[in-house]
């Protein structure tokens, strides 16, 4: 109490700082007090004479354990106070004691408020701040307590949550509050507080966010409404994480929605799908921004407001042929009404590269083991005694010099070093910042929202990496031009910048730089004694002085759109057009690199000189117009839009490229010598059009129908075949909603069970002018007239029967929620693609053409997905903890159902009927023969045999599965495979993404987890696997070290050390033959992200215009559990040069604050 | 009042944003969508080619890869008796077996597909009829040779006067048309052609006389298929193909590249590098290549090839330089390599290599791998080509001497039926031309029978016998290698002569022989390889390194183990691909396969 009264005295001084300081004590004080007050007795005896009335306060709080809350400047006011009393009650007491006092009291809890008689106005008084304390009680629909409902108060953090019994208590109000009370599964309520009563404020419930508006095609809906496969979240996802784009944020955040990079590479693209395998053409999901689409790799992924996924037919039908798959809406963020609020955001991340081949670099092991991989096939050693000798003494004492010159050629050197090429290209670790600023407001009549955003990422090499710079900024405007009628804009320019060292996209010498790096000699060094570089060593060299390129892009884009309404908001009309240039321009310039191998020699150089540019130009518009009505009359709900879109993209590209530069610090094509330029240039153009439309009815909040059409139009088809009808209908059924299902709401408050079916038709299995044939042209080798002259030749031929692919979606859905807390979405569905367009059956020959595609192919995906979140809240040592959970989890498989292989042959990779795609084909291997008599007694394998004789100890021994006496895969077909069976596939099954987070106490948490449930990885022919297995020059891999067999070694996993046995002798050949033993799983489970952070609420800040002020840590991809081979990132399996063979992923480790003003 | 003012403006703006979206929607009436028609913008399509007589020329030149360069003019003999391989050719030797794609078959029609695409859009050019005409003779001449050798091949095939669309199911699983048809529609072609192509244009062009030429060549072809095989009409198409020569010859045109020099003329026509060359006389339409623009054959290379080597049958058919058979001089058949090249028609020793000659680096009898008949080709090969493989001497696709060969033929035929006639002045303005440039005496109206020609071709009979077995001598003697036997053996209906060893030089027994001439022993035929070998001698094991007619002597028998056949009727057509037997029913296998 003294401690208060001493706050309080300061209050005539003081700011707001401790006002809220006291606030917080306040409330601390009371969660407190809470637990010790009802111990007190109550009857209270009492005798003084003209005593203040704090002393009597003072005596009543020693009997009855009663605290008194005043403001000290009312308590002055106060008359002397006379008073004989005995075991009086505490109201008796307290009546007596306030007689003709200018203030009264009321009684809370065990606390009595004292509070200025209501008569008393303190406006004329210069102290505006009267605290009052507020209690009540918290009850749901059935007048029940809710306990653990939070109130807080309004514009605040400060609050308390109700006990058991429903019952809260809040003291020192300023009594200008609002108090907001909310619970899970209940709408929010904003109340006045009222100290003179008890307050009873009655929740009432939503089941499953009833009022939720999620964002579909062409408008938004009411969750609960909703009857197509739909899943939506929040953009706070992409908040302050170290993303370098929003496909890596939203990685299984959407159940169905699977995105896969296949590189580390700043700004590369990741890969959307929606719902597994699509079509054997291929085929993504439309992607829109604000309902226009976008490429949205470059977006700014804190513009990003919601994500939307409409998976099915039904709820993607209005989009039409570009939704075949599926369709992701983004929407950004608008401007609210109110004062501007501005924030501000930054992230500065420390990146490191997640897996890389462990390499073997001791000079006596590496020549060791060359040494054998060599002479296995070539009979002898690739290094002579001489050389092996020596790197055997350099590992023995690593201070004898790595190069020597050769003791038999003066001229030559001679390398025994350790390096680690991996280790000499990449840096340890590498960098990325982001600075992002959104201001955003507005009045009656204008809002807007404006942000910027800058993001920067440097590649992963040592020297002279490359790097990228992003650049967005974004502006909304929304005019209230009258009651009825608004005028937007949404403007957003994006500029990227990718700046690179020209090697790794030319082939310089002989390829790919993650391929030559992962078989650069770790013998060799970078640099010979006299500092030139070495014939290894150009590698790096050309990442120092091979010169650089520069590729640049613009991407200016407008939105203007119009909204009205009219008829108490029944009829709305809408509509919008963009426009969008996109320019990428790129120039590079590559210069040869000046080697040495031996000393007195010629200088060498790899690669030559040229400089080249491209340069493209992309115009997009797009135009939507649509109109919708909306009513109830009494229990039937209508809603029906009709509209139309137009687009019409059109594309430029030339380019030019010349040898022979000047000088090799100018790398432009005026500098450039060569006779024969090579230029090149083209564009094409696409369009479409559609009238779409979408009919809502429901029936008194049970019964719901949807029905939605698109008359689809593109000009990727004959101008016969223009045109497609594609109509889907859904349906949905609250059952929660029934009589019957009254009893069980308490536990189930929500149930719906929805079914779509649809058509869709999908434009994108066609190229640009696939419907129209094209005439090819070029130089003939006659010569007519001294010359030779151009021709042009017939076209190919285009089949006149070409149509639409087209994919048929049944889904069925169940939306359940659960003690109002928990919300599970399960869908299953199939997706029967089409007609796919591929090489239709064999024409006779005097067709005289190739044969045109067809529509010949069909295939049946089927699939689940499931999502589930929990919110929840409790209170932690007096303090809110809010935390939620949620899982994704989704599967599909895919069969071909129609394809032109009659023989089913899988050998060679074409499709056939029944196959799932992605299947493996491979032998069951039983292992490795430990003796020559084993090997010599078992089936014939010769059919699979490469250079090597395989019927010898320290060999493969493959599984006889059909008993034939011989190894081998029969005719390659399903109905004749000899030995070979499906061993794996290589699509990802059971997509999962898990994610918890909670705030408490300032702090907030969040965690997610991201992964895939089945999926097999057959490492091909990679070197990165395969070691010297592959070619004697690959490195020397920790994986095979102690692990190749010999007689000391029987238990190795990979037979005996040769060279050139996985892949050089052909497809199907020893090592390069699939089988189980080399089989790996590629599921995972992956860290994707973890963010700590802690808000400040210091009213310092808020003095200098800081509402809130956040610091974090987040990391990105910091831990994953696999089943793969050392080297292998789960997410990097790809790569043309052989798997794992990609620009290095990277984990992230960032720092960042947001500061809101 | 004000509330007012907002509806009426609502209802004036719902009617206006009502009626642009009803327009809007009423655009969807019409299926063909002016927005969505969008071809390609930088490619050609058939919407924006053919505009003009230019683009029918730039298509029109896609079509002369149908020409037959230097390697089929100077090696089309290969399939036929005038040489003997090794290893030997298959159709030659009955060998053929089933082919199962229609590429192996030859069964490919994607060059008709080319010419019918044009016929079917040349219309859309702005240009005249005149112009257009000439390309459309040229479409159609090719369309004619393409026709011409498919009915060659495999007799019946089916004609398509346009391209196929993949679902006329009607065209593509059609029966073969009869030959007759199909032959009469290829010289209704020709005749178009020969009728609408100009008479002049850049070297190496289609003129209105390389049409006349082709429709000369294809009814002698026909015409005579037909006489032989007894089918009604042939006269017709032979008068065809005697008028088409002799209006190439009275076109003033042509003449026989001659400088009066017996010993090089004929060797020297097949080394034409340019059209300004003074070869270009004889030429109808040559093949042409160029060193400047890095344009080569390569046929030092294939003729230097091991195994390529002619027959002593096209050996024997040269006559003496007196004119007479050589087949009837006495002792013939045992004279050496050494001898029998000594006082024979001129073009014997310009189309086979004497061994006793140096010429370039081609190799003859005497290494007898390369050549393994002895008589190695020397026709068309260039001795002076700088580095091998990069000939450019032009490959002579038509020449006036074939006109003058056609003519004597398709008259001799038809007056030896009793249609029209054939006198000695036939003979004097066609094969006599031939034989004044080779100094060779002129073939006589009343030239005794040659026993061995009547024997080859026992259905020559009538009143010129003697004259038509004459002009098939020369026609083998002055065409030798340029790619005709096969098919004159085929319409003369003479497949027989193909079921035959073919045989080499003779050696009359086991020993050393000095063939080149210089002193020295070039080859010995031993029975085992010597011990101490003579440096500069090749040994050669009878019946194992070479083998002999008689054992130790008697011809050389290039492929001692095989054996020949020719089945009447199923080798005189190629056999068709099992695939398009199975795709289309109505696709039947030529007799006999």
Known sequence: MKFYKILCGKTNRVSKIWRVMKLIIVILTTAILQVSASAYAQKITLSQKNVSIEKIFDEIRIQSGYDFFYNLKLIKQAKPVSVELKDASLEETLKACFENQPFTYSIKEKAVIVRPKQSVLLNNTPEKYVPIDVSGKVLDETGKGLPGAAVKIKGTTQGTVTDQNGNFKLKGLDDNAILVISFIGYDTREVKPDNKSEMIITLSPRASNLDDVVVVGYGTQKKVNLTGAVSTISGKVLEDRPIPNIGRGLQGELSGLTITSSSGKPGAAPAFNIRGFTSINGGSPLILVDGVQTNINDLNPDDVASATVLKDAASAAVYGSRAAFGVLLITTKTGQKGNPKVSYSMNYAIRKITNLPDVVTDPGTVIDFKNQAYSGYYGVNLYNTTQTAYAHQRSANPSLPATIVDPTNPNVYDYFGATNWFKELYNPTNNSQTHNVSVSGGNDRITY???????????????????????????????????????????????????????????????????????????????????????????????????????????????????????????????????????????????????????????????????????????????????????????????????????????????????????????YLDESTGTTPSVSGNGYQWAVRGTFSRLNYGYDNKYLLEVDARYDGS???????????????????????????????????????????????????????????????????????????????????????????????????????????????????????????TKGFQLPAVLGATQPLENAADLRTQGWDLSIAYNDQFQLVGKPFNFGLRVNVWDSQTVITRYNNPNKFWFGGDYYVGEHPGDIWGMTTKGIFQSDAAAQGAPDQSKLQGYYAWNKAGEIQYADLNHDGKIDYGDGTVGNPGDAHVIGNTSPRYNFGVGGNFTWNNIDFSIFFQGV????????????????????????????????????????????????????????????????????????????????????????????????????????????????????????????????????????????????F | ?????????????????????????????????????????????????????????????????????????????????????????????????????ASQAGWTWTYLHQVN???QNYQKANASQAVKNHYVGIARFFRAWFYFDMVKKFGDVPWYGTTILPNDDGDLYKARDPRQLVMDSVMADLTFAANNINPTGPSGTITKWTAQALLARVALHEGTFREYRGIAGWQTILQTAGSAAQAVMQSGNFKLYSTGNPKVDYLNLFLFYAPSDPQNAEVILGYYYSNTLHVTNALDGNMRAYGLSLAKGLMNSYLTINGTPFTSTPGYATQMITQEFNNRDPRMMQTALQPTVVYGDLKGAQTLGFAPTGYAQIKYYDPTTPTYNTNYNAGIDFRYGEMLLVYAEAKAELAGSGTGSFTQSDLDLSINLLRDRVGMPHLMMNVAIDPVLAASYPNVGGSLQNVILEIRRERRVELACEGFRYDDLMRWEAGPLLAQQFLGMYFPGLGTYDLDGDGQPDIALVTSKPSNPVSGVSYFVVGTDIHLSNGNSGNVVVNPTLVKTFTDPKNYYFPLPTTELLLNKNLKQNPGW
């Open chain 1, 449 to 667: 929202y404006f942000s910027a955003d800058y993001n920067n990422q440097t590649g992963v090499f040592r020297y002279n990496p490359d790097y990228y710079d992003r650049f967005n900024i974004r502006g909304k405007l929304d005019f209230k031009v009258t009651d009825w009628l608004h005028i937007y804009t949404n403007s957003a320019y994006n500029r990227t910048v990718y700046n690179y060292p020209s090697l790794w996209t030319s082939d310089w010498t002989s390829g790919d730089l993650y391929h030559q790096i992962g078989r650069a000699n770790t013998l060799a060094v970078p640099k010979n004694p006299d500092g030139s570089w070495t014939s290894a060593g150009t590698y790096l060299g050309f990442l120092q002085d091979g010169g650089r390129g520069n590729t640049v892009t613009n991407e200016p884009q407008n939105t203007i759109g119009f909204t009205t309404s009219f008829f108490n908001n029944t009829w709305r009309i809408k509509g919008d057009y963009t426009f969008r240039a996109t320019n990428n321009y790129n120039q590079a310039y590559q210069v040869a690199l000046p080697y040495e191998t031996g000393p007195n020699q010629a200088i060498s150089y790899a690669g030559h000189s040229d400089a080249s540019a491209w340069a493209d130009d992309n115009a997009y518009q797009a135009i939507n117009i649509y109109t919708e009505y909306e009513k109830t009359f009494g229990k039937h709900y209508f809603k029906g839009m009709i509209g139309y879109n137009q687009e019409l993209n059109k594309y430029n590209y030339f380019s030019a490229s010349n040898n022979n530069l000047i000088s090799s610090n100018v790398g």
């Open chain 1, 715 to 837: 000009s990727r088809f004959p101008t016969n075949q223009h045109y497609a009808f594609l109509p889907s209908a859904s349906a949905g059924w609250r059952v929660s909603e029934e009589p019957f299902f009254k009893g069980l709401t308490k536990v189930v408050s929500n149930l719906k069970l929805r079914a779509s079916y649809g058509t869709l038709g999908n434009d994108q299995s066609l190229g640009n002018y696939s419907f129209t044939p094209t005439l090819g042209s070029g130089q003939i080798s006659n010569i007519l007239g001294g010359t030779q002259p151009i021709a042009v030749y017939a076209p190919n031929l285009v089949s006149p029967t070409l149509t639409w692919e087209k994919v048929y979606n049944k889904d069925a859905g169940i939306d359940i929620t659960l003690f109002s807390k928990l919300n599970a979405t399960f869908d299953w569905y199939q997706r029967d693609t089409k007609n796919m367009i």
């Open chain 1, 1013 to 1156: 449930g089945k999926e097999s990885f057959w490492p091909g022919t990679s070197g990165y696997y395969w070691s010297m297995f592959y070619a004697p020059w690959e490195n020397v891999y920790k994986n095979i070290v102690g692990n190749t067999w010999t007689p000391q070694t029987p238990n190795a996993l990979y037979p005996s050390l040769k060279g050139w046995r996985a892949g050089d002798d052909g497809p199907w050949v020893d090592l390069a033959v699939p089988q189980t033993r080399y089989l790996y799983s590629a599921a995972y489970i992956r860290l994707k992200n973890l963010t700590v952070g802690y808000s400040f609420n210091m009213p310092l800040f808020k003095r200098i215009g800081i509402d809130r002020l956040r610091l974090y840590f987040s990391g990105e991809d910091l831990w994953e559990s696999d089943h793969l081979p050392q080297g292998f990132d789960p997410e990097a399996l790809g790569g043309s040069w052989g798997a794992g063979k990609v620009y290095p992923f990277q984990r992230g480790y960032s720092f960042g604050l947001n500061a809101k």
């Open chain 2, 1 to 101: 009042m004000y509330n007012s003012k907002i509806i009426t403006m609502k209802k004036i703006h719902i009617i206006i944003i009502s009626g642009i979206m009803m327009n809007i929607l009423s655009l969807y009436s019409c299926k063909k969508d002016s927005f969505l028609t969008r071809y390609p913008v930088s490619s050609l399509t058939e919407q924006n080619f053919f505009a003009n007589a230019n683009d029918l020329n730039t298509y029109c030149n896609g079509l002369y890869s149908y020409l037959p360069g230097s390697n089929s003019v100077a090696l089309g003999d290969q399939q036929s008796d005038n040489y003997e391989n090794n290893p030997f050719n298959k159709v030659v030797a009955g060998q053929l077996t089933l082919p199962t794609s």
């Open chain 2, 117 to 119: 695409y044009f016929l």
